[in-house]
C-alpha cells in the first residue's frame, strides 16, 4: 500500500536531495499538491455518496466537499434539477416553485425539484416546509447527493488514501513540482507541472471513458414533477 513514508522517499531520490525537511517543505509541497487534486483532478475514487434530510433551506456543504455529481430524490429516484443564480424562485411561485401551505390547503407539501450551490451551502427549491412549531415526527424529504470528495489529507507516515493508491503519480509529480520550485530549479518545475497536468487529464479521461463503457449509451426524458 502506497504512504506518505514512501512518496517522501521517492521525492528525496527523484531530487536527490536529503533536505526536503528544512523548514517542513516536504509537508507544504504535499499540501499544495492536494489543493491541486482538489481543484483539477475528478476520477472515481474521489466520488462519495451521502444521504441528505432537506429539513432546511440551507444545508452546509460536507468539509471534503470538491464538486458536485447529482442530487437525487431517495424516493422518487429522480435527479434535482441545477439552477444558477439567476432562476430558481423559492416564493413568488413562478416556475412552480412556491410551496403550498399543507396545513391551509390540505395537501401534502411537494418534493424540492431543484437546487443550487449558494457560497459553501446547498439551496434546495422550493425551500423545505417547515412545521410550526416543529413537529419531531415529520417526514422531510430525503436526496442522495453525489460528490467528489478531496483526498483525506496525508500527515502521519503511515496515512494514505485512494488518490495515493490508485494514482500515484499524481502526487508524486505535484510534490516534485513544488520542490523543483521550493529549490529554485525552474527547469525542472516546468517538466514535473506538465507531467502533473498529463496525469491528472488522464486520470480524468480515463473517468469519462469508463464511464459510458460496457452496454450502450441510452437516455429517457424525465418526467415531469
Known amino acids: 500500500m502506497a504512504s506518505l513514508a514512501q512518496l517522501k522517499a521517492d521525492v528525496m ?18 499540501t499544495l499538491t492536494e489543493i491541486q487534486i482538489a481543484q483539477t483532478l475528478r476520477h472515481r475514487c474521489m466520488v462519495t455518496t451521502a ?12 468539509p471534503d466537499f470538491a464538486t458536485l455529481q447529482s442530487v437525487r430524490d431517495k424516493t422518487s429516484g429522480e435527479i434535482l434539477a441545477l439552477k444558477d443564480m439567476w432562476s430558481g424562485h423559492w416564493q413568488n411561485g413562478q416556475d412552480g416553485m412556491m410551496w403550498p401551505d399543507p ?15 449558494m457560497g ?16 419531531p415526527t415529520y417526514q422531510f424529504q430525503v436526496v442522495e447527493v453525489l460528490y467528489y470528495a478531496k483526498p483525506r489529507p496525508l500527515l502521519l ?3 494514505s488514501n485512494a488518490v495515493l493508491e490508485q494514482l500515484y503519480s499524481v502526487y508524486l509529480y505535484g510534490c516534485l513540482k513544488h520542490g523543483a520550485i521550493w529549490a529554485q530549479d525552474d527547469n525542472r518545475a516546468q517538466q514535473m507541472d506538465t507531467l502533473f497536468r ?6 480524468d479521461l480515463h473517468t469519462q471513458q469508463s464511464d459510458f463503457s460496457g452496454a450502450p449509451l441510452t437516455t429517457e426524458l424525465a418526467p415531469a414533477f
Open 13 to 30: 531520490l527523484w531530487l536527490n536531495r536529503q533536505d526536503v525537511d528544512a523548514g517542513n517543505a516536504f509537508t507544504s509541497w504535499v
Open 51 to 62: 444521504d441528505q434530510a432537506i429539513d432546511r433551506p440551507y444545508i452546509p456543504l460536507p
Open 103 to 117: 396545513v391551509s390547503t390540505g395537501t401534502a407539501p411537494a418534493a424540492a425539484r431543484a437546487y443550487r450551490l
Open 120 to 135: 459553501d451551502c446547498l439551496e434546495f427549491l422550493p425551500h423545505p416546509y417547515q412545521p410550526s412549531p416543529p413537529d
Open 157 to 159: 507516515t503511515t496515512d
Open 198 to 203: 498529463s496525469a491528472v487529464t488522464s486520470a
